[in-house]
Structure formats: C-alpha cells, structure tokens
C-alpha cells in the first residue's frame, strides 16, 4: 500500500513512518518544519520513503502527490501543551481548521479520481476533555459537553470533517485518537513559550521530558505543575504506531474510531518519583507544586477494550521500560544544550 502522511516530522509520525516502512508499505512524507524546524530521520534514505517539503494547506500540492496513493493519513496540526493552548489559543483553531480543510479537499479529490481508498485521522484525546465518565469509551465525545480549549474543540471539528466528508461524498475514514505519546526524538517546539518552573525553565511541551530535564539539571525540590495527582495513560510512541498501523490496515476499522493507549493510569507524582529513583536512586524524593494551567485536565483515562477486540490492538510497553530508553536520549539531549 502506498500510504501519504500530513505532518510526517512530527513526534507520533516518526515512529509511524518507521512501523509501516518496516511492514512493507510505500510512504510519502509532506511537512514544512514548522514545529521544529528541519531534522532528519533514520528512515530518510529509505527506496519505499519519499519526502515533500510542503505546506500542507497547499491543496494542489496535496492533490498531485496523492494521485498514486492508496491511503491518507491526517496528522498535520498545530500542537503543543497546556502552554501552547494558551498562548496560541486563536492559531490553533484557525490553523488547523485551514490544514484539516485542505488536507480533506485533496482527498475528496483523490477518491473521486484517483485510486485514493480511504483517510485516517489522527485526533486527541482532548475531544475527551470535559468527559466525566472513566474510563472514557469511544462515542462520549458526543455526549460529554464539548472541550473547553480551541485545541480539543477543533479535534473534535476534524473528527467532523471525516463524519461530513463520509456523508456527503462517501470517503471512508477511520479516526485514531493516540493518549500521551511518550518516547524519543521530540525536540524543543520552535514556537514553544519559555517558562519558569522553579530555577529551570520548562523545555518542551510535554511532562516526561520536561520532569527528566529538571533532575538531570539538578532541581530539589522537584517542581510540579498543579498537584501532581492529574491522571494520564502514558503511552509508548513504538506502540501507537502499530495501532495506528492496524487502523490503516484493518477492514474493521471502516468508518470506525478507536481510543489508542495503554491501559495503565498513573498520576504525574507516580511519574515524577519514578523518573526520580531511577536518576538518583540514593537521594529522597522531594517535590513542590505550582499554579497549574487552566486547560490541564485532572483526568484523561481511555477505555481500550474496543482497540483490543476489534484489531487486536494492546499497549503493552511499560512506562518504566519506556523510560529507560527515554531518560538517557533526553540527558544526552541536555549535554549537548539543545533541551
């Protein structure tokens, strides 16, 4: 299968170009290095892999790539943290709404002319945001009141594109909401907003990176933001996308949506003082809290039987075997002054 990629630099897209190359799809790959700025992957080199320097807002761009392609996935946006939803609160909803319009054009195009079969969506568990029911089943986020933030409103919005595009023009699609990506290769966001958090300043929109740098950098207390007892399913990147991978390819997943995460929960004081004992496991932990974020939601819990019964789909990489692999890519990172 020939697949393209919206937003194919980013964090989750990194470890999905390398999943499907290494099971045997074509891919081609259209970012314009917005977040980051330029980086090159291990996979860059690779026959089955082609990559566009692109804005994907350019619909005839879109439109000429997708001609011999069997499958689209939607993952260009604007994103970032709780930081992010404030400081680009506007952007954020104007932006990926231009991008999810776009990218939905090229695709109602390719599947009219073209060998296009169907689109997939990669929402967020923020369409979840005002939910009070755990742990959340796929369809609450019709019936939870809708999210407070522009992001987890125009999430919701692009799960709407996929429903109206359905109706009206028959695309196929399937919507994949990945919970908490943990993993390597997120560098600093180059629109990231500098903040404090104690003596050190927060150095990516993510809590794991942002709690390991703090203990590399030597902070004690550690600071935390809020009370530490928000609730978050951490989830592996390398796992995501095999799921995502399965709702590429799974004929179950037509016209489907699943909640991709693991099962476990854990508070960011759990994460904190894990992360802490395993850089320095001979000294107590100690930590403090500061004033939280307006939009930091207290619990983000999935359910994922769905996941599991449909395609056959379970997270099963620990947190702590997630970490040992993430805390010495981010103090090498620190080292070398880019975190």
């Not at 700025?37 to 790539?65: M, Q, W």
């Not at 919701?156 to 943990?182: S, V």
């Amino acid at each position: 299968m020939k697949i393209m990629i919206t937003g194919s630099e980013g964090f989750i897209c990194g470890y999905l170009v390398e999943n499907l190359l290494s099971n045997g799809h074509s891919v081609v790959g259209i970012d314009n290095f917005s977040k980051y700025g330029e980086v090159r992957r291990s996979y860059a080199n690779h026959p089955n892999y082609t990559f566009i320097n692109g804005d994907v807002c350019d619909t005839e761009l879109l439109k000429k790539h997708l001609q011999d392609c069997d499958h689209l996935v939607a993952s260009a946006a604007k994103i970032g943290g709780i930081s992010y939803f404030h400081e680009y609160a506007y952007d954020l909803m104007a932006e990926n709404e231009r991008i999810m319009a776009s990218t939905f054009d090229a695709a109602i195009h390719a599947f009219k002319n073209n060998k296009l079969q169907k689109i997939t969506v990669l929402s967020s568990s923020m369409v979840y945001e005002n939910t009070n029911k755990y742990p959340t089943p796929e369809g609450d986020q019709l019936l939870s009141p809708p999210p407070f933030s522009t992001y987890g409103f125009q999430k919701l919005a692009a799960e709407y594109f996929a429903k109206g595009a359905w109706e009206q023009y028959k695309l196929p699609y399937t919507i994949a909401r990945p919970f908490n990506c943990i993993g390597i290769g997120e560098g600093r966001a180059l629109g990231d907003v500098e903040i404090k958090s104690g003596n050190v300043k927060l150095a990516m929109s993510h809590v794991v990176p942002d709690i390991i740098q703090k203990i590399i950098k030597g902070q004690n207390p550690l600071h935390i933001l809020g009370d530490g007892q928000q609730i978050r399913h951490y989830t592996y990147g390398g796992d995501l996308a095999e799921g995502i991978r399965l709702c590429i390819e799974h004929p179950k997943a037509l016209n489907n949506d699943f909640n991709l995460s693991t099962a476990t929960a854990t508070s960011v004081i759990e994460l904190a003082e894990i992360i802490w004992n395993k850089i320095n496991p001979n000294e107590e932990f100690h930590y403090v809290c500061d004033d939280p974020f307006t939009h930091d939601v207290q619990k983000r819990s999935p359910e994922v039987k769905k996941a599991k019964r449909v395609l056959g789909f379970e997270a099963l990489t620990t947190l702590e075997d997630a970490l040992d692999e993430i805390i010495p890519w981010v103090s090498d990172q620190v080292k070398k002054g880019l975190i």
